[in-house]
């Protein structure tokens, strides 16, 4: 798992949460779900609300949190081969996102 680059985040970045949701985000099983989320053409952040919300509570619907977590998806996607394609498009079940960012696989 590479190190999480926090830009503008720093404020939150190294906070023991922040630590937490990304080594949360860099699992296995929650990249098969990015890259699930991906191939169906829909925001990588789309499946794993629900999931977010039962291991880290409502902390997280904040609008740093949500932005940071933005980033640590980007990052991990990258990281992986996969490309931003486009940013804001709308969530389906908004249970804290209203939109996200999706990605394609570099050719």
Do not use: C
């Not at 720093?10 to 906070?15: F, K, L, R, Y």
């Not at 990304?22 to 999931?51: G, K, V």
């Amino acid at each position: 798992m590479p190190d999480f680059d926090a830009g503008s985040f720093s404020d939150i970045s190294e906070t023991n949460l922040a630590k937490k949701i990304w080594s949360f985000l860099n699992t296995d099983e929650n990249f098969i779900r990015f890259e699930t989320a991906t191939e169906l053409r829909r925001p990588a952040l789309e499946p794993l609300q629900r999931r977010l919300l039962d291991e880290f509570g409502n902390e997280i619907r904040g609008d740093r949190w949500k932005q940071m977590m933005g980033r640590m998806v980007r990052q991990i996607m990258e990281h992986h081969g996969y490309s931003l394609d486009q940013t804001g498009i709308r969530i389906r079940n908004g249970e804290i996102f209203t939109s996200a960012a999706r990605y394609k696989k570099r050719t």
